[in-house]
């Protein structure tokens, strides 16, 4: 079943008792953030609520746990978090594979997203209740977006939608995360090579839950449609209508769509942050383009939907993590020898991955792990890589440590890769540029990265095989387990 738009995802939450109608008014960003900083550590439901100074009422944190995220999936959630971020995974792993399942969009007209329309004069982006929600962030940013680019190079390549960060420099000028590694930097780069200075560009705000995932989804090529993933995903098409000042297409169902044009000559990159972001630290100020807002259009009642990062447990990790690995699934399924399992720990934010194999050949366990670190996340955010055995459950980082101490000998079974570019964000990273010669933007910063094989040793690789792991005689512990309570034990 696919939910129409936010507001029927919301309606569901709150019957399941996930949505709950906060009725005093928030006095400000910091408290808004204090507040979902909150409910991120009980790990607690979504909310709806005013600030003072707006009648625009706010909807936060209804990706806030994997359960909700199953649910916006249709998916029956799991007994913890573990089904429920294998569930989500597999879901959105086996979507990317089945192209024969996705929708094309249907195009309508009169949406609801366009109920009222602000050009000119009308453009104020001070009128959307967004704060500076950290003590150190550079402004007010606009996080949970769906930033909505085309090829202008190939106009049979997809639309492209992306969850970047938007900090407001003022009434119609926002900046815009737009770096290399993602594919709105893509369509940059192809729209630079035509000579363009400027590209459409749309925002799409409070949308169907389903989007907001695909947002933040990697998909296998930039050239795919991601409207036609979320389709399929949601097993109905997604409804779409034309921009009205811009040569582009949006999810008609928004609350909110801010339209434009993205200012790419280098020349006109402004910087912008600091920004409290979702792996714990503040990233320092950017050299980023500028988005000129030439209309914003809304519902006649719009909820403005955001999220405030930071926090191990921050919404966007919530929504983020499950969706950005199951590109890395895919294709190390395909390319490891022996593959089992794949997990970036949630709370290492992705900066460390985990592989499980089969091994049954000398070697394998550093093919894993470097083919690990060579997938478009594993470059671009990996600092390092870890091949464990099948008797280990990657799931449980505490048996992967057990697997390291035990299985690893520093000297032989790690590779130190040196110094590369990586994503901007990274705070080990001992160098970020400023400005890239070429783009004008910050898009690199640099850092090594390591190779890990914790993998039981074999003797076909000149070692001493690890010894046999340590369990009882298999038939002894059926029996005491069978017979717990005669020994007088509960
Ligand atoms: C709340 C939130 C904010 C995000 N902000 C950014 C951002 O500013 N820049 C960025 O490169 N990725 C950001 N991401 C991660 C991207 O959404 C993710 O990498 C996604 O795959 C990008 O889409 P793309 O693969 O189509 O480029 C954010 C994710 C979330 C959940």
Not at 298 to 320: A, S, V, W
């Amino acid at each position: 079943m696919a939910y129409q738009d936010l507001r029927e995802f919301m309606d569901l939450l709150k019957k399941k008792e996930h949505l709950v109608y906060i009725k005093r008014e928030l006095e400000n960003g910091f408290e808004i953030s204090a507040l979902t900083w909150e409910l991120a550590e009980r790990l607690g439901p979504a909310v709806v609520f005013k600030a003072r100074g707006y009648d625009m009422p706010l909807v936060m944190n209804v990706h806030g746990t994997l359960e909700r995220n199953c649910m916006a999936l249709d998916i029956e959630p799991g007994k913890n978090d573990k089904e429920n971020f294998l569930k989500i995974r597999n879901r959105i792993a086996e979507a990317l594979e089945n192209k024969n399942k996705w929708l094309k969009p249907v195009m309508i007209n009169n949406a609801p997203c366009q109920e009222v329309v602000m050009v000119g004069d009308e453009v104020n982006l001070y009128k959307l209740p967004v704060f500076k929600w950290s003590p150190l962030d550079g402004g007010p940013y606009i996080t949970m977006t769906n930033i909505i680019t085309k090829d202008m190079s190939n106009s049979n390549n997809g639309l492209n939608t992306g969850m970047y960060r938007v900090m407001i420099h003022d009434q119609k000028t926002t900046g815009v995360m737009c770096c290399k590694t993602q594919d709105i930097g893509i369509h940059v780069g192809l729209a630079r090579s035509k000579g363009l200075k400027k590209i459409p560009l749309a925002i799409a705000l409070g949308v169907d839950p389903v989007i907001n995932i695909v947002s933040t989804t990697k998909m296998a090529s930039f050239a795919d449609d991601e409207f036609e993933l979320a389709g399929g995903l949601r097993g109905e098409p997604v409804e779409m209508v034309k921009c009205k000042t811009i040569d582009l297409v949006v999810p008609a169902y928004a609350e909110i769509v801010l339209e434009g044009e993205l200012d790419i000559d280098p020349k006109n990159a402004r910087i912008e942050g600091p920004f409290a972001e979702w792996m714990g630290y503040y990233e320092e100020p950017m050299m980023l383009p500028q988005f000129n807002v030439t209309a914003i259009t809304t519902r006649k009642d719009p909820f403005y939907q955001g999220c405030i990062l930071g926090h191990p447990n921050n919404e966007g990790e919530m929504i983020r993590m499950p969706a950005i690995q199951a590109n890395n699934y895919n294709i190390l399924k395909r390319t490891v020898v022996g593959f089992r399992e794949f997990w970036a720990p949630h709370k290492s934010r992705g900066y460390k991955v985990v592989v499980q194999i089969s091994k049954r050949f000398p070697g394998w366990g550093k093919q894993a792990a470097l083919a690990a670190l060579s997938t478009g996340q594993g470059m671009a955010a990996a600092n390092y890589a870890v091949v464990v055995d099948d008797d280990i459950d990657i799931f449980d980082q505490e048996a992967v440590d057990w697997a390291i101490a035990t299985r690893m000998d520093p000297a032989k079974d790690v590779i130190i890769i040196p110094e590369m570019g990586v994503y901007p964000l990274n705070p080990a990273a001992s160098g970020r540029e400023d400005i890239n010669p070429e783009t004008g933007y910050t898009e690199f910063s640099y850092i090594g990265k390591m190779a890990i094989d914790a993998t039981k040793k074999i003797a076909s690789e000149n070692r001493r095989s690890t010894g046999a792991s340590v369990l009882p005689d298999e038939d002894a512990l059926a029996k005491v387990k069978t017979n717990w309570e005669s020994y007088g034990l509960k």
